[in-house]
């Protein structure tokens, strides 16, 4: 039985993107103080609402249904985000290309015919990569302490991407064993 209320489909950074992301959390972290646990990367794609073991299996099917005949696209990231109070986060900013934004139409639509919950603002969605954040398990960094990071990071540039093969479909837990649902890969096969 599902322990949860919620799953999250996660889109997972490869290199560059990875290492840049991994830099600049721990660089953060080291300097803050903010996880004993650092947060794996990601980019969150949909939240789905979850009332038992069935739903989780039907998310899955879709998911990996639709995978399987979207091929691999770009992820272009082009600079730094900070989301202010309650969230207190700072991001890589990912741009909302034409690939992306159908395919996160597609896996929202989908899901929702389905009868699952998502989210209720799709088109508001502003997808990045959590670099750092008070969200996560660990010491909630001050506003002062917020800021200057913000304001450093807003002022450097930063243009990076990589190609989107794999996708995660995680529970709300710090813990990867705990936390991880099913991985789906996109269709490589398309790219022939």
């Avoid at 600079?79 to 934004?101: D, N, Q």
């Avoid at 969200?135 to 800021?147: A, I």
């Avoid at 002022?155 to 710090?174: K, M, R």
Wanted: charge should be negative; hydrophobic fraction near 40%; aromatic fraction near 10%.
């Amino acid at each position: 039985m599902v322990n949860y209320e919620q799953i999250f489909l996660m889109l997972i950074p490869e290199y560059p993107t990875l290492a840049v992301a991994k830099e600049f959390q721990e660089a953060i972290n080291r300097r803050y103080h903010l996880y004993s646990i650092v947060p794996d990367l990601h980019i969150t794609l949909e939240s789905i609402a979850i009332r038992d073991d069935r739903d989780v299996e039907i998310a899955k099917k879709l998911i990996r249904e639709i995978c399987h005949n979207v091929e691999p696209f770009p992820i272009v990231i082009d600079g730094f985000a900070c989301f202010g109070p309650p969230y207190k986060s700072v991001h890589l900013h990912v741009t909302k290309t034409e690939p992306l934004v159908n395919f996160y139409q597609k896996i929202h639509s989908s899901l929702e015919q389905v009868g699952l919950v998502v989210r209720e603002y799709p088109e508001g969605v502003n997808f990045h990569i959590t670099i750092a954040s008070s969200c996560f398990p660990g010491r909630n960094w001050s506003e002062e302490e917020y800021h200057q990071v913000c304001e450093e990071l807003q002022q450097l540039p930063l243009e990076s991407g990589f190609i989107l093969n794999d996708l995660e479909l995680w529970y709300p837990a710090v813990n990867r064993e705990e936390k991880l649902v099913e991985r789906f890969t996109l269709n490589e096969k398309k790219l022939t």
